[in-house]
């Protein structure tokens, strides 16, 4: 039976072998880890299938990512928005590394929804090199998006990824008013309406070691005419 991390790690590790090899062979480049751990998890798709905690069964499809059975979900290079022989060609993908930003430093990203598709999404990640610190244990009371008990280290630096749609704002990872103890942040939108402005920004929210951080970000749509329609820098 094909399970566990002896079969993932090296699957995981290939398809991250393969997108560095695209920026360096395709667009000649070389991408840092902290861009291709963000397309990497851009792409991860909803998984099917059962687990059996403690608690009894639950169904996979039926929870929401990120979650503490399946991370981000499913990766696939199909999913990843590179111009690949076996990328849907409707894909467009966008992407910026080595961004450097402070505290209260904000930069924007737009993009215009202009194509008639069924199949409509945008989904964008941002990640970030943390130092390492210490042990430190959040309960169910603190953070009730993850439903667990965490002993995450401690995250010096908090940047927030947020994306406007309209009047309505989604904060990366799902966790309002953003996610303090992750160094990587996503937002998955389905459905966007022709004519549709997405407005992305990452915000320096605390940035204190080192005092400038540096940070990639993955973007990717179906239905949009190009990527990024603007961006800016306050």
């Not at 667009?27 to 397309?39: D, E, F, N, Q, R």
Request: glycine residues 8%; negative net charge; contains cysteine.
């Amino acid at each position: 039976q094909v399970q566990g991390t002896s079969f993932s790690t090296p699957l995981v590790s290939g398809l991250l072998a393969l997108i560095r090899q695209y920026f360096t062979d395709m667009m000649h480049v070389t991408p840092s880890g902290m861009l291709m751990k963000a397309i990497l998890i851009n792409s991860c798709e909803q998984m099917t299938g059962y687990v059996y905690p403690d608690s009894g069964i639950v169904s996979l499809s039926q929870q929401s990512l990120p979650n503490a059975y399946i991370g981000h979900g499913l990766p696939s290079l199909n999913e990843s928005g590179l111009k690949l022989p076996i990328s849907s060609p409707d894909f467009v993908f966008g992407f910026a590394d080595y961004i450097c930003i402070q505290t209260d430093e904000i930069y924007t990203f737009k993009f215009l929804k202009t194509n008639s598709t069924s199949r409509a999404f945008f989904r964008v990640t941002m990640t970030w090199y943390e130092p390492a610190g210490p042990m430190i244990t959040f309960d169910n009371s603190y953070l009730d998006h993850y439903n667990v008990t965490l002993r995450v280290p401690l995250v010096y630096n908090n940047l927030d990824l947020k994306v406007k749609i309209g009047n309505t704002i989604y904060y990366g990872n799902g966790v309002d008013g953003g996610d303090p103890l992750n160094t990587l942040e996503k937002i998955s939108i389905n459905d966007i309406d022709i004519g549709t402005l997405v407005t992305i920004t990452v915000i320096g929210k605390k940035v204190i070691n080192p005092t400038v951080l540096q940070f990639a970000i993955s973007m990717k749509g179906f239905g949009f005419g190009s990527l990024p329609l603007f961006s800016d820098h306050t």
